[in-house]
């Protein structure tokens, strides 16, 4: 096992450490970053997990330029400027909490939120893009939200991701009619048409796939089971598709 600095790049307000692990097996990069600033007339060093490696703007692979950074009480913002296209992205990072609530005050902050950029759809398979249209545009729509922070309108789009996916495959496949599509809760419709007994096992066993979604909310745990579930889903129809054919 070797350790070797693999790149330092340092400006007057950062120095920015890359350590990077050589195993037989993988690199893994461990980084190590710290930035001076000003709190009640002090400059003071601290530390912070990384630094965004994607611009929100262009959506192209980056090592930001840091600007500037000001600590004000819980949040550390560390403004930057994409290399790419020079637009400036803002992150912001707080520290941790103990399981009792309290802050972590040596911890390093934890880069939290950015700056909302421009909106990059996912892209999907002609397979997806013939069986159902809806389900991009409500996925979309999902992820879309997720980058806004609107935590009600991201699960109700992964639901309603899975459900109109679903329906439409089976429809496709014709194991239910047009006419009915709608007569099925989301059970019944994986009980009907998933055969693939990992995949229709997991989606039966999660608590989402029963909620009324007038009634019932949501948790953080359900938002990313069911964004799994929707990439699951999409590798299944798209091989079941290729089988068929």
Same mark, same amino acid.
């Given at each position: 096992?070797?350790?070797?600095?693999?790149?330092?790049?340092?400006?007057?307000?950062?120095?920015?450490?890359?350590?990077?692990?050589?195993?037989?097996?993988?690199? *893994?990069?461990?980084?190590?970053?710290? =930035? %001076?600033?000003?709190?009640?007339?002090?400059?003071?060093?601290?530390?912070?997990?990384?630094?965004?490696?994607?611009?929100? $703007?262009?959506?192209?692979? @980056?090592?930001? *330029?840091?600007? /500037?950074?000001?600590?004000?009480?819980?949040?550390?913002?560390? =403004?930057?400027?994409?290399?790419?296209?020079?637009?400036?992205?803002?992150?912001? #990072? *707080?520290?941790?909490?103990?399981?009792?609530?309290?802050?972590?005050?040596?911890?390093? #902050?934890?880069?939290?939120?950015?700056?909302?950029?421009? $909106?990059?759809?996912?892209?999907?398979?002609?397979? =997806?893009?013939?069986?159902?249209?809806? /389900? =991009? !545009?409500? #996925?979309?729509?999902?992820?879309?939200?997720?980058?806004?922070?609107?935590?009600?309108?991201?699960? /109700?789009?992964?639901?309603?991701?899975?459900?109109?996916?679903?329906?439409?495959?089976?429809?496709?496949?014709?194991?239910?009619?047009?006419?009915?599509? %709608?007569? #099925?809760?989301?059970?019944?419709?994986?009980?009907?048409?998933?055969?693939?007994?990992?995949?229709?096992?997991?989606?039966? %066993?999660?608590?989402?796939?029963?909620?009324?979604?007038?009634?019932?909310? $949501?948790?953080?745990? !359900?938002?990313?089971?069911?964004?799994?579930? @929707?990439?699951?889903?999409? %590798?299944?129809?798209?091989?079941?598709?290729?089988?068929?054919?």
């Amino acid at each position: 096992m070797k350790w070797y600095i693999k790149e330092i790049l340092q400006s007057e307000k950062l120095v920015y450490l890359s350590l990077v692990l050589y195993t037989k097996s993988n690199w *893994e990069i461990i980084m190590a970053n710290r =930035i %001076q600033v000003n709190k009640d007339g002090k400059e003071i060093e601290v530390r912070y997990d990384k630094l965004p490696t994607e611009c929100v $703007f262009c959506h192209k692979d @980056i090592v930001p *330029e840091v600007l /500037f950074a000001s600590l004000d009480y819980l949040t550390l913002s560390i =403004i930057c400027k994409c290399p790419k296209c020079c637009k400036i992205i803002v992150g912001a #990072y *707080e520290q941790p909490y103990n399981q009792y609530g309290d802050i972590l005050k040596n911890a390093d #902050y934890r880069l939290k939120n950015l700056s909302v950029g421009n $909106f990059k759809k996912q892209i999907f398979s002609d397979i =997806i893009k013939k069986i159902s249209p809806l /389900f =991009i !545009d409500v #996925y979309n729509r999902a992820i879309h939200a997720e980058t806004l922070n609107m935590k009600e309108l991201l699960s /109700f789009g992964y639901f309603k991701s899975i459900d109109c996916l679903l329906r439409d495959y089976l429809i496709h496949t014709e194991k239910i009619t047009k006419e009915k599509k %709608q007569e #099925y809760s989301l059970r019944e419709l994986v009980e009907a048409g998933v055969n693939y007994p990992s995949l229709s096992d997991h989606m039966k %066993q999660s608590k989402w796939i029963d909620y009324d979604l007038n009634r019932d909310s $949501f948790s953080k745990s !359900d938002d990313e089971d069911m964004k799994l579930v @929707i990439g699951l889903l999409i %590798q299944w129809i798209e091989m079941e598709s290729k089988i068929s054919h």
